[in-house]
Antibody, heavy 119, light 110 residues
């Protein structure tokens, strides 16, 4: 079956970096785009951007440029989110979610990765 | 402040029908289709409705979506206790050049 399995929770100090992985299985990796969505504690969903799994070209939403990097390793069917120079306000749950076309929705989501930034 | 506006909360009793609204503008709902996501407590969101009114396989027909102009609605009939969750609408937005989510509606089954 189709699965997106994310890496485990992370506790980081301000200024550090974190890399979240999203390992896929059960479908052709390059057929679907991969979105990243943030959910701050007690808050709603916020689209961070997406990466074209065919070309590796990322698109970042406003507010997620500079310190946020989307990448791929197609050999292991995995997408990555790296955040550098972490701040306390980066503390959130980060989700990956595949999408064939916006009209069809983000139809499979990872379980989420909690990133906590605290000194 | 979300681009799409949803009521923060909604409630109903078992068996009742409830609706959740999602209001946008010409740059999003007015021009593009709407998707709805359900997030059960402590879990990841999952797709509930796509393309305004289509249900993915496995989603009960108690859930239905509609769109008119710059607004959309999610209706849940025959409300059940397991429907307690947060519900989010989403639409593509020209200003963002990507999808935007509503702020979410917390549904309580009384």
């Amino acid at each position: 079956q189709v699965q997106l399995v994310q890496s485990g929770s992370e506790l980081k100090k301000p200024g550090a970096s974190v890399k979240v992985s999203c390992k896929t299985s059960g479908y052709t990796f390059t057929t679907y785009a991969m979105n990243w969505v943030r959910q701050a504690p007690g808050q709603g969903l916020e689209w961070m951007g997406w990466i074209n799994t065919n070309t590796g070209n990322p698109t970042y939403a406003q507010g997620f440029t500079g310190r946020f990097v989307f990448s791929l390793d197609t050999s292991v069917r995995t997408a990555y989110l790296q955040i550098s120079s972490l701040k306390a306000e980066d503390s959130a749950v980060y989700y990956c979610a595949r999408e064939y076309d916006f009209s069809l929705g983000m139809d499979v989501w990872g379980q989420g990765t909690t990133v906590t930034v605290s000194s | 402040q979300s681009v799409l506006t949803q009521p923060p909360s909604a409630s109903g009793t078992p068996g009742q029908r409830v609706t959740i609204s999602c209001s946008g503008s010409s740059s999003n709902i007015g021009s593009y289709t709407v998707n709805w996501y359900q997030q059960l407590p402590g879990t990841a969101p999952h797709l509930l409705i796509y393309n305004n009114n289509q249900r993915p396989s496995g989603v009960p027909d108690r859930f239905s979506g509609s769109k008119s102009g710059t607004s959309a609605s999610l209706a849940i009939s025959g409300l059940q206790s397991e429907d307690e969750a947060d519900y989010y609408c989403a639409a593509w937005d020209d200003s963002v050049n990507g999808p935007v989510f509503g702020g979410g509606t917390e549904l309580t089954v009384l």
